[in-house]
């Protein structure tokens, strides 16, 4: 696994953790990451990305690991953010690859920066939470947390922190077959290699480590109204969704696919919400790269 890593001040003060995979001077992407997570769920990409050619930069979100927090920020902070960070990086276009959670902010960026955003994969996306008209197709974690938020603030930021000591330890090895009981059939088998383990579940608990606070953060974000017109997005969309993931069903991603101008859908029969990045990341990669 080759990667670099390197902290970027911004002129607003603060300061990106970023690390990056893939080719060094290869076509520049934009990673983000899930939630919760943090920069290193990149790695994902890391082999697929060297042997297209591909530079995978990945920034941790304000208040996530080691960049700076950012307590009352919006989805639409993010484009600005991302701006100022390829100008450092002096990178002028590029394209962007947002998994779960961090699909939302890949959108933000292409709605606020057509003219830098050359195309975007969203993979296994989270939805525009706040426009749903039921919540069934998510899964129950995340209906317990958009019944506390926002008639329960203080409490779930309760339970944020009392869950933090817990969520920042290491799973021992011998631990890991019962945490992987709860995922899904097909999640659960790409995870029994150690690389995806670590990828996926590493870079949560460093997230977790670092603050809980900016996991709460970023938590609300979803919770919120985007701030913008899904059908405005004028880039090209690669929209991938596992027809087995339980966190987001398809239909979801299916219904606001369809109110991207430039959206090409893939519903992929027998991936779920992990397998599908990890299995069919040098697919989605290739097709990222070509749009």
């Given at each position: 696994?080759?990667?670099s890593?390197q902290?970027?001040?911004?002129?607003?003060?603060?300061s990106v953790?970023?690390?990056?995979y893939?080719?060094?001077n290869?076509?520049p992407v934009?990673?983000c990451h899930?939630?919760p997570?943090?920069?290193?769920?990149?790695?994902l990409t890391d082999?697929?990305a060297r042997e297209l050619?591909?530079r995978i930069?990945?920034?941790d979100r304000?208040?996530?690991?080691?960049?700076?927090l950012r307590?009352?920020?919006?989805?639409?902070?993010?484009?600005?953010?991302?701006a100022?960070?390829a100008?450092?990086?002096?990178i002028a276009?590029?394209r962007m690859?947002?998994?779960?959670?961090g699909?939302?902010?890949?959108f933000?960026?292409?709605?606020a920066?057509?003219?830098?955003?050359?195309?975007v994969?969203?993979?296994s996306?989270?939805?525009p939470?706040?426009?749903?008209?039921?919540?069934d197709?998510l899964?129950?974690?995340?209906?317990w947390?958009?019944f506390?938020y926002?008639r329960?603030r203080e409490?779930l930021?309760?339970?944020?922190?009392?869950?933090?000591?817990?969520?920042s330890?290491?799973v021992?090895?011998r631990f890991r077959?019962?945490?992987?009981?709860?995922?899904?059939?097909?999640?659960?088998?790409?995870?029994?290699?150690i690389?995806?383990f670590e990828a996926c579940?590493e870079?949560?608990r460093q997230?977790?480590?670092?603050s809980?606070?900016?996991l709460?953060?970023d938590?609300?974000?979803?919770a919120?109204?985007w701030?913008?017109p899904?059908?405005?997005?004028?880039?090209?969309v690669?929209?991938?969704?596992?027809k087995k993931?339980?966190?987001f069903h398809w239909s979801?991603?299916?219904?606001f696919?369809?109110r991207?101008p430039?959206?090409v859908?893939?519903f992929?029969?027998?991936e779920?919400?992990?397998s599908?990045p990890i299995?069919?990341?040098?697919?989605?990669?290739a097709?990222?790269?070509?749009?």
């Amino acid at each position: 696994m080759r990667s670099s890593f390197q902290e970027i001040k911004l002129e607003q003060g603060g300061s990106v953790a970023v690390s990056e995979y893939g080719a060094k001077n290869g076509t520049p992407v934009f990673f983000c990451h899930g939630w919760p997570s943090s920069r290193t769920m990149a790695e994902l990409t890391d082999v697929a990305a060297r042997e297209l050619e591909i530079r995978i930069i990945s920034p941790d979100r304000p208040g996530i690991r080691n960049s700076t927090l950012r307590p009352e920020r919006k989805l639409l902070d993010w484009p600005p953010l991302l701006a100022e960070l390829a100008d450092k990086l002096e990178i002028a276009e590029f394209r962007m690859l947002g998994i779960s959670g961090g699909a939302p902010y890949t959108f933000a960026a292409a709605w606020a920066m057509p003219s830098r955003v050359r195309a975007v994969a969203a993979v296994s996306s989270a939805p525009p939470l706040a426009e749903l008209p039921d919540r069934d197709g998510l899964l129950p974690l995340y209906r317990w947390l958009l019944f506390f938020y926002p008639r329960h603030r203080e409490l779930l930021r309760f339970g944020f922190h009392a869950a933090r000591p817990f969520l920042s330890l290491k799973v021992p090895i011998r631990f890991r077959p019962l945490l992987l009981k709860l995922l899904q059939p097909c999640d659960a088998k790409v995870m029994r290699d150690i690389a995806a383990f670590e990828a996926c579940f590493e870079s949560q608990r460093q997230a977790w480590r670092a603050s809980a606070d900016g996991l709460m953060v970023d938590a609300e974000i979803y919770a919120q109204p985007w701030g913008f017109p899904l059908d405005e997005i004028e880039v090209p969309v690669r929209l991938w969704h596992g027809k087995k993931d339980r966190s987001f069903h398809w239909s979801l991603a299916q219904s606001f696919g369809a109110r991207l101008p430039r959206c090409v859908q893939h519903f992929v029969e027998g991936e779920g919400h992990y397998s599908l990045p990890i299995r069919r990341m040098g697919e989605i990669l290739a097709d990222l790269k070509s749009a």
